[in-house]
């Protein structure tokens, strides 16, 4: 959206208007910005959620700090429904965005959420596979290879989970023109989003010969046109499961666990930063806290 049409969306809220109408709005905006369906419906319940805390039809001009200070106190120890430090967090980015907004466009003028402290919160060190694991699951892998009748899809998957880093849902989009076998001895793997709002995330990223052969021979097992893994969600995630399982793992074989391999993998081969950020399809902000934990991880995975 941009600056003009912003400032005539915001031309009926004053000072004087409820929160509840002026998030209707807010609403809207988000929308327009390329916010997420989830994003959007997260923010706006959020602040909902302080309005039902104020007094009845409390005035946009009228809503102090303390106040917001108190419902962020309320909402952790005397609402009685557990608040994780990921929830708070995000209530107060949705708090802290949604009076900005107003004050961006003068319909405050002061900002009582400016000196809301933010809490970010670092989500603990995710698992990864050591190199020794990934050589048992490949090997797991090869065994389904070779059974009779043979099963190829449990090698094909992880292998380019392993290379690639893609994401569980980017994983499920994959068809098979999404390979491009065009560039000899350098085969590629193009990401692709439908929604223009991702469409920061598209990226192409190298895969090995070696896998090219064994995506052949999985095609060859099990033909598909419209997608290269065929099977619902949970379904895939059975499949490494079953990897793991086989591959006498004690940790549980995940989408995650695979991309977080993956970027540890490239961390440790010292592929500069920039190129794993670009190859995990992650924005700059996002990278700061991947970054950190792949410096911990690095010292911890032998």
Not at 16 to 35: E, S
Not at 231 to 255: M, N, P, T, V
């Amino acid at each position: 959206m941009s600056p003009d049409h912003s400032a005539e969306s915001v031309s009926h809220i004053s000072t004087n208007t409820p929160i509840a109408p002026a998030v209707n709005t807010w609403r809207y905006y988000l929308d327009d910005q390329g916010k997420s369906p989830h994003t959007i419906k997260a923010f706006v319940a959020d602040v909902l959620m302080l309005a039902s805390y104020l007094p009845p039809d409390r005035p946009l001009g009228d809503v102090s700090t303390h106040e917001i200070n108190n419902f962020l106190d309320w909402m952790q120890k005397n609402r009685g429904v557990p608040c994780s430090p990921k929830t708070l967090s995000r209530r107060i980015t949705s708090i802290k965005s949604f009076f900005r907004w107003l004050h961006q466009y003068g319909v405050i003028l002061v900002d009582p959420a400016e000196r809301v402290v933010q809490q970010s919160v670092i989500s603990p060190l995710p698992q990864v596979l050591s190199p020794s694991e990934i050589e048992s699951v490949l090997e797991a892998g090869k065994r389904f290879q070779q059974r009779k009748p043979p099963d190829t899809r449990y090698l094909a998957l992880f292998q380019l989970l392993l290379e690639t880093g893609i994401k569980k849902s980017e994983c499920l989009a994959l068809s098979p023109n999404h390979i491009d076998l065009d560039t000899p001895g350098e085969p590629i793997l193009f990401i692709r989003y439908t929604s223009p709002q991702n469409r920061y995330k598209e990226r192409k990223i190298p895969v090995s010969e070696n896998w090219i052969q064994i995506c052949h021979e999985y095609l060859a097992q099990f033909p598909s046109s419209e997608r290269l893994f065929p099977w619902s969600q949970r379904r895939l995630e059975y499949l490494l499961e079953d990897l793991g399982k086989e591959a006498g793992l004690d940790k549980h074989l995940s989408f995650d666990m695979c991309r977080w391999t993956c970027a540890l993998t490239d961390w440790q081969a010292e592929l500069e930063a920039n190129k794993i950020r670009q190859k995990l399809g992650i924005s700059k902000i996002q990278w700061r806290e991947v970054k950190m934990k792949l410096e911990q991880l690095a010292g911890r995975v032998s």
